[in-house]
């Protein structure tokens, strides 16, 4: 049996912060909201939804934490969302081909630390399989 879609749930410090940051900021619809600690995004491929627990959990986040990674069509369209963004966010890495990876990227941090990645995934046949 196939799932239908996916849904991620990660901990944040503070829930308003994070709707200001992934709705506000980065654009993202509100799918769902449960009570006044968690809040569901609809990435358009999946969701992410962020919950403050209340119980002292910390976010998994850091360089070595999670990395959430939104795929854009192509190389010129990650370099406008970069510009759309620089001013008003954390950039961690500005965008650059992967060394190591068949990407080209940025990277911001939310409220909570998390990386968010902006990419172009290159692949055999298409430039992305951001385009389906």
């Known amino acids: 049996m196939q799932a239908g879609s996916s849904v991620i749930f990660l901990p944040c410090r503070d829930i308003s912060k ?3 940051f992934y709705h506000d900021v980065l654009g993202l619809k509100v799918e769902q ?8 995004f609809d990435t358009g491929y999946g969701y992410w939804g962020f919950c403050q627990y209340g119980d002292g959990r ?3 986040s850091g360089e070595k934490g999670v990395c959430l990674s939104l795929n854009l069509a192509d190389d010129a369209a990650v370099r406008k969302r ?6 008003c966010c954390d950039v ?6 992967h060394p190591r990876f068949p990407v080209y990227s940025f990277f911001l941090k939310d409220p909570d630390g ?5 990419q172009n995934v290159y692949g055999t046949g298409t430039d992305s ?4």
């Open 18 to 20: 994070t709707l200001h």
């Open 33 to 40: 909201k449960q009570g006044d600690s968690l809040y569901i």
């Open 58 to 60: 910390k976010p998994l």
């Open 82 to 87: 970069y510009e759309q963004l620089k001013d």
């Open 92 to 97: 961690f890495r500005g965008p650059e081909k």
């Open 114 to 118: 998390y990386l968010v990645e902006y």
């Open 129 to 132: 399989y951001a385009q389906k």
